[in-house]
């Protein structure tokens, strides 16, 4: 979750929100808060890799795994090309998507050999980062240029902006269900995964709301709604110039640590699906060399590189959290039917129509694309089952 996320979602943000944008962080936090409960809940339940996909298709039917699935696969496509552009935005801005197009395609190259992020590598990425954002923290907020008038909590942009805002800052929070879908690798589950979630999702809410504190209050709402790479142009403002190529560096290396991951798990979920037939069935194939899903890999691969050609940041990130809000209400749904007890539904009814709100005051652009592309593949479950049928 302490990621690229943060590097990329504050500007789209607040254009959206205004001076909302913190109260559009709280109530990104509450409702990634209650799927992180729904998943956890399930994962205890259903201790096996796949997350919703299999707890749709355990406590909802065949369908709604299925279009768990289908969601998380298109959710995740659109945060890979939102990965590469932030890498392109923080280094060359002017040649963002020639960038961002190379690294989709190193990164492709480097997966296909079979080589992963190790668990080593991982956190050393997750050292750097939470030092850069320390960094830019502490130099802001210290400037004689941070000014907390521009912390205003109203809602210059409306609600609507503030819940547009909330959609798009959920996207900065993903993450947290990798915990819940690993969960036959958990050393006793049902106690391990209830505590990790929330801590873990507590832990990114005090960096988030801190980054975000500092940069507003040195940007502003409106400057940092105009910011290419915010993070960097904030201490830029903040009187400390030589701090932001270290800040551009530091996001590189946690967006292309995401990328590289994000490829890796959307070709696993489309072997998975192509296995299960829910997809094309060459997908599942399997280098004999490598022990990788090389078409798969291939197709998410090109897939992602034109996206990262033709889209820009905000309609990236706008469409995966569609995708991933959608995801997440099949998961709401699933924990709904665990138990009856009227409390034990708060959560998951919180979470299922904090899903749909957010989901459809997104962008107008994302919304329409991304139902379109849900629509599509609900079409083709019905086709392959009424084809089954014959």
Request: net charge positive; charged share 10%.
């Amino acid at each position: 979750m302490v990621g690229a996320g943060i590097f990329a979602a504050l500007a789209p943000a607040a254009r959206a929100a205004g001076s909302g944008l913190l109260v559009g962080l709280a109530v990104a936090a509450v409702v990634a808060y209650c799927n992180a409960m729904s998943s956890a809940r399930l994962a205890v339940r259903y201790p096996a890799s796949g997350g919703t996909y299999v707890y749709g298709r355990e406590r909802l039917g065949e369908f709604w795994g299925y279009l768990a699935g289908w969601s998380f696969v298109v959710g995740k496509t659109a945060s890979c090309a939102a990965m590469a552009l932030t890498v392109g935005a923080y280094v060359w801005p002017e040649q963002a998507h020639a960038v961002a197009v190379a690294s989709v395609v190193a990164l492709t190259a480097v997966n296909y050999g079979g080589i992963q992020k190790s668990a080593w590598l991982t956190r050393l990425i997750v050292a750097v980062v939470m030092a850069v954002l320390a960094a830019v923290v502490v130099v802001c907020l210290g400037s004689g240029r941070s000014d907390a008038g521009r912390l205003d909590l109203g809602a210059s942009e409306g609600v609507g902006g503030v819940l547009q805002a909330a959609g798009l800052l959920f996207f900065a929070f993903a993450g947290y269900a990798r915990i819940a879908t690993l969960g036959e690798e958990v050393r006793d589950p049902a106690r391990t995964i209830p505590r990790a979630v929330p801590l873990a999702l507590g832990i990114t809410l005090v960096v988030y709301v801190g980054v975000a504190v500092s940069v507003l209050s040195v940007l502003g709402p409106a400057g940092l709604g105009r910011a290419t790479a915010p993070l960097a142009d904030a201490v830029r403002a903040a009187g400390v110039p030589g701090l932001a190529p270290v800040v551009r560096v530091g996001a590189a290396v946690a967006a292309l640590g995401a990328l590289l991951a994000l490829i890796l798990g959307v070709s696993r979920t489309t072997l998975a699906m192509a296995r299960d037939r829910h997809l094309p069935g060459a997908l599942a194939a399997v280098h004999p060399r490598f022990r990788v899903p090389n078409r798969a890999e291939l197709v998410v691969g090109a897939v992602v590189a034109v996206l990262a050609a033709t889209v820009d940041v905000r309609d990236a990130i706008g469409f995966s959290s569609f995708g991933v809000l959608a995801y997440y209400a099949v998961a709401n749904a699933s924990a709904w039917t665990l138990d009856t007890r009227p409390a034990a539904r708060v959560v998951p009814t919180v979470g299922l129509l904090g899903c749909a709100v957010l989901a459809f005051t997104l962008p107008t652009a994302s919304v329409v694309v991304g139902a379109g592309v849900l629509a599509a593949g609900a079409a083709a479950y019905a086709v392959r089952r009424w084809a089954a049928m014959r």
